[in-house]
């Protein structure tokens, strides 16, 4: 009978829990992976459990994620860059998940020494993944370029040795994971300059009147993670890259 009433319990307490709902991108490793799974769900489920909080994801491309999240068909969507152009759509917190930097790809040999995007020519094509942000600098200047997007990455990759983009934005740790289980090696591609460095949020839809609210428990959240010691031991190595 005691163990009817704790399991009657457990199942109370689930099913009365308030839940998050976040699309997930599936082509983000290490921190979002086809199923959604990764270093930002870790953060993100973590930081909203310490606040009562139950997380839901849902897997899709990175554009359609931004798209569910706009329209409220989800309560948020992770991974985007905090800049003018998502600010002007989204709700942010103040806390973000990580950090990480992006940087200007080639394909070994036909390597170029553009410092920034301002140096590169009008017309080059740039392999980017459909949806994401690169950056002030780069939203300033991307239509000068041809923009080829896709929505995976090794087809980045696979654009470039084919000789089908002149260069690629990358995010450095995403290529570095990635390429381990592509058909490519390392030494096919050369690794430019810095695109830029940016903090990586989760982004609220603007008029859900719980995003506030969610807002303010996810930066709670985060702040518990980073006092508790938990944050460095779910991030790793890649806790202190900047």
């Not at 005691?2 to 082509?27: G, H, N, P, Q, Y």
């Not at 695109?195 to 719980?210: K, L």
Request: hydrophobic content about 40%; aromatic content about 12%; proline content about 3%.
């Amino acid at each position: 009978m005691r163990l009817f009433c704790l399991l009657l319990l457990a199942w109370s307490s689930v099913v009365t829990a308030e839940t998050v709902t976040i699309a997930a991108e599936d082509a983000w490793p290490p921190f979002s992976d086809e199923q959604g799974m990764g270093l930002s769900y870790e953060l993100a489920s973590a930081a909203f459990a310490s606040q009562g909080l139950m997380l839901q994801t849902q897997s899709v491309p990175y554009a359609r994620a931004l798209n569910l999240a706009m329209s409220g068909e989800v309560d948020a969507c992770w991974n985007v860059t905090r800049q003018a152009s998502t600010e002007a759509v989204f709700l942010f917190g103040n806390e973000p998940l990580f950090r990480t930097s992006a940087s200007f790809y080639y394909k070994r040999g036909k390597e170029k020494n553009y410092l920034s995007t301002a140096d590169i020519p009008d017309g080059t094509r740039i392999a980017v993944i459909n949806g994401y942000e690169y950056g002030e600098a780069f939203e300033n200047n991307r239509a000068r370029f041809q923009l080829v997007e896709v929505s995976k990455q090794k087809q980045m990759m696979a654009l470039l040795q084919n000789e089908r983009a002149d260069m690629a934005i990358f995010f450095d740790l995403v290529f570095d994971f990635t390429i381990q289980g592509s058909p490519y090696q390392p030494g096919q591609f050369h690794r430019g300059e810095i695109n830029h460095i940016s903090d990586i949020f989760i982004a609220f839809n603007r008029d859900n009147p719980r995003s506030a609210e969610l807002a303010q428990a996810l930066d709670t959240g985060l702040k518990v993670l980073h006092n508790d010691g938990r944050y460095d031991e779910i991030m790793g190595e890649d806790a202190s890259v900047f």
